[in-house]
Structures are given as C-alpha cells and as structure tokens.
C-alpha cells in the first residue's frame, strides 16, 4: 500500500490553520499515524488510530480520516511547528510511510 | 519511561554486514504488547521501514530489503539487532529502533534518537 501526501511542501505563518493529507492507494480502515520530524531528531509520533492524539501533544494538533483520505490539521501554527510531517499505516505486519510534507516559515 | 538507544560502528565497506543493536530501557523487551522495529532514513530522504520483531522471534521484513536483513531479539539484555548484508553506498542512513504497540493500528512509539551508518571504503 502506497501512502501519498499532499503538499509535498508548505509555506504558512505564525497562527494560521493547516491541513496535510495523507491518501492509502486502498482502504486502511483507520490504521494511520502521523509524526513531526525536526532538522537532526527522531520523529515523533503525534496521532495514531488516525484521529487520537498522542499523551503530550498539544490540542491544536488533530487527525481525521478512514479508508482512504486522511488529515492532519494544526489549528493556529506555532513557531515550534514547523518541521517535515509523515503519515504511516499498516497493512499486514508492513508499514510505509508517505514522503513527508516539509512546513516552513512564510 | 521506555527509551530505545541504537549502537553499532559508524562506517561500514561496501559489500559487508551492517551491524546494529538497540537497547531498551525501562522496560521490558519481552512484552507481549510491543514489537520492535527498525527505520532507516537516507540523507535528505524520507523514511523507510526495515523490519519488526516480536519477543517470541517472529520476524516481519520489508519486501524490497528482505533477502539481506536478518533482525534478532536478545531478551536477556533487553536488546534487539539489525543485520543488512552485502551494504552498498545506497544504504548510508539514519537507522532508528523504535517501539511498535500490538494493537490493531500499531505505530511507532518512542524512537531512539538514531545512529547515521555511512558505506564507503
């Protein structure tokens, strides 16, 4: 199973609400995660199960979506925010990631 | 709470074995609700799984990679390995272990901070 995300890349500001997407090339149920990745650090998990957020990460951060299409949204960016983004999904015992989606400063 | 640490030499030749091991601390590896995996990220790439085990030994590899990795669990050290043979300049990365939860919608949680790996002579 292939995951595609879109944008590949985006430009935002301080404040602003944004939307990454993350398309299964066939139905993963609700099987996704989704992590943020900072400039030489590990990735970090902020949602799995597609919609539950992970213990510590801030409210702003939420996931939505089953089956096929999928969402990240940050509601109003933080300067700690900007980072490259994966989604992830499993589908028997192998895992893919999506390309990432790089998050930069406008 | 559970940390994951990856350890193994920095440089490895081309067509020779990669070795890694990642130890777990504050916790058990023998846990019958996590796997272990490895990830692997090249410079300036995204990220690629390479493989999972589970306590018991049961082993899951990426297809594309399956016939140079061998992953193993040593639960008396509370320790798993990674080994990819016959490496070329293609597998220099970032390779991380990290913790995957035996539920239905697994993900991997936490990482280890990750040990860069380069292939060159």
């Known amino acids: 199973i292939q995951l595609t995300q879109s944008p590949s890349s985006l430009s935002a500001s301080v404040g602003d609400r944004v939307t990454i997407t993350c398309r299964a090339s066939?139905?993963?149920?609700?099987?996704l995660a989704w992590y943020q990745q900072k400039p030489g650090k590990a990735p970090k998990l902020l949602i799995y199960a597609a919609s539950t957020l992970q213990s510590g990460v801030p409210s702003r951060f939420s996931g939505s979506g089953s089956g096929t299409d999928f969402t990240l949204t940050i509601s109003s960016l933080q300067p700690e925010d900007f980072a490259t983004y994966y989604c992830?999904?499993?589908?028997?015992?192998?895992?893919?990631f999506g390309q990432g989606t790089k998050l930069e400063i406008k | 709470q559970l940390q994951l640490q990856e350890s193994g030499p920095g440089l490895v030749k081309p067509s020779e074995t990669l070795s890694l091991t990642c130890t777990v601390s504050?916790?058990?590896?023998?846990?019958?609700?996590?796997?272990w995996g490895w990830i692997r990220q090249p410079p300036g790439k995204g990220l690629e799984w390479i493989g999972s085990?589970?306590?018991?030994?049961?082993?899951y590899y990426n297809p594309s990679l399956k016939s140079r990795v061998t992953i193993s669990v040593d639960t008396s050290k509370n320790q798993f390995s990674l080994k990819l043979s016959s490496v070329t300049a293609a597998d220099t990365a970032v390779y991380y272990c990290?913790?995957?939860?035996?539920?239905?919608?697994?993900?991997?949680?936490?990482w280890g901070q990750g040990t860069l790996v380069t292939v060159s002579s």
């Open positions: 992830q999904q499993l589908n028997s015992y192998m895992y893919t």
């Open positions: 085990i589970y306590y018991s030994g049961s082993t």
């Open positions: 066939q139905g993963i149920s609700s099987y």
């Open positions: 504050g916790g058990s590896i023998s846990s019958s609700s996590y796997y």
């Open positions: 990290a913790k995957i939860m035996a539920t239905i919608e697994r993900w991997f949680d936490p």
